[in-house]
């Protein structure tokens, strides 16, 4: 099918997750994304996870399907060039004109100066907090409150998550933000200026989730307690090959399901006879959480994995084994070389072959347009397309590329 986005041009200048992760989106969708880099690359160019020989794979695949336009933007003339292609027309102007950006400090960037070289510039920038400070996700995280209710109940200490989860989503909302501005255009003929704050997207979700109201009301703040599911019953049980499963019964259906399977029928009535409660209800089975859980662990315990997933088959308990970033990782490259990407669960993770961090694993677009994954985009190398790009997008010519290059407001 044709991709929604095919023929736009986004230009990025940014680094790390949220706002490079909104133009991977922009480009699974279609749209060209040139990506101005700074000459020897960004403060995320070497971030890890890295490959054996040490280029990152944290870039690699967070900038692939962009084509990278390497300049000097210390200099005058570099930033006179990143100017041009962030405010370059092209032949379907509609089309062009969008910026993202999370940069500090280049004061050739900011949204006054581009605005006066085009006033339709549809220009998004990510910050760390509204006021302009710095933050990234794992400061931001901290502010939330979100630490001080993760982790073993047992522990005083503030659990971060290994998740960049407000980056991620930082990064939809700039996709949000371009998709919105488009659409202002296209029936206004007028230009955006959206800023988006990280601290601001983490705070909104927290707030938007009734957590910050919860904490106000008589009982307090909520507290910590290990894998289990706030208000329900859910959590994980060992098998007896050492394995996880992580179990939920948030509703009705899934909670008889659950008792059901496990055959725990006489033991429950029995509970909520002596009890006198309903286990039917959410707020009985959160409220008797650790009684559940020793309750149900010697059925677990008694099983190897392979034994819980035959049993719990069809039966309607929502369940799932913990899985390693390994063990995913290899079933998804079996399937890809198998040319099974269109597999349950595996379709969106695809095989991608680069010269410079060999083979990969990406995720396709995870929106199924008409039943399909987008994907296709090919990996990115630092500043390799900058003399197709400035020759194509501004109509230079050999000789003024290579007068740049000679003075280092290019690579050679």
């Keep these: 099918m044709a991709q929604p986005l095919s023929g736009f041009t986004v230009v990025e200048n940014d680094s790390f997750v949220a706002a490079p992760s909104a133009c991977l989106a922009l480009s699974q969708m279609g749209a ?7 000459l020897k690359g960004g403060p995320d160019i070497d971030r890890w996870p890295i490959t054996a020989e040490g280029r990152s794979i944290y870039w690699g695949t967070l900038n692939r399907g962009k084509r990278s336009v390497a300049i000097d933007l210390r200099s005058e003339e570099g930033q006179e060039l990143a100017q041009s292609l962030i405010t370059a027309t092209g032949d379907e102007p509609a089309k062009t004109g969008i910026f993202i950006t999370n940069n500090v400090g280049r004061s050739f960037l900011t949204d006054d100066v581009l605005r006066a ?3 339709d510039l549809i220009h998004v920038k990510v910050q760390g907090s509204a006021d302009g400070g710095p933050g990234v996700d794992y400061t931001v995280n901290a502010e939330t409150g979100i630490p001080g209710i993760t982790g073993p109940a047992e522990s005083p200490r503030p659990a971060n998550h290994a998740l960049p989860a407000w980056d991620l989503l930082c ?5 949000t933000a371009v998709v919105s501005g488009l ?7 007028e230009g955006t200026y959206a800023e988006i704050a990280l601290k ?3 705070l909104s979700a927290v707030a938007n989730l009734g957590w910050y109201t919860e904490a106000l009301q008589p009982a307090g703040e909520r507290e910590k307690h290990g894998n289990h599911i706030f208000g329900t019953f859910g959590t994980d049980f060992t098998t007896s090959d050492d394995r996880s499963v992580m179990i939920t019964a948030i509703t009705r259906r899934q909670w008889q399901a659950l008792v059901d399977s496990t055959g725990m029928t006489a033991v429950i009535e029995a509970l909520q006879t002596a009890l006198g409660i309903d286990l039917s209800q959410e707020e009985a089975r959160y409220a008797q959480r650790e009684t559940l859980e020793a309750l149900f662990k010697p059925w677990f315990a008694a099983r190897t994995l392979d034994q819980v997933s035959a049993e719990l088959a069809g039966s309607g308990v929502l369940w799932a084994p913990y899985r390693s970033i390994g063990e995913v990782a290899r079933e998804a490259a079996g399937a890809s070389a198998a040319g099974g990407s269109e597999d349950a669960g595996t379709g969106v993770i695809r095989g991608l072959a680069s010269d410079q961090l060999g083979d990969m694993l990406v995720g396709a677009n995870p929106i ?27 109509g230079l010519t050999q000789t003024e590329l290579g007068r740049l290059s000679d003075s280092g407001v290019l690579n050679s």
Excluded at 32 to 38: G, L, Q, V
Excluded at 171 to 175: E, K, L, W
Excluded at 183 to 189: D, E, H, K, V
Excluded at 377 to 389: I, K, M, N, R, S
């Design 32 to 38: 060209e994304i040139i990506k101005i880099d700074p």
């Design 117 to 119: 070289k085009r006033d």
């Design 171 to 175: 990064g939809q909302a700039a996709v």
């Design 183 to 189: 659409l202002q255009r296209s029936t206004t003929g």
């Design 200 to 202: 601001d997207i983490a």
């Design 368 to 394: 199924r347009f008409d039943g399909e994954y987008l994907s296709g985009e090919q990996p990115t190398v630092l500043g390799e397309a900058t003399h197709e790009v400035l020759s194509e997008k501004l």
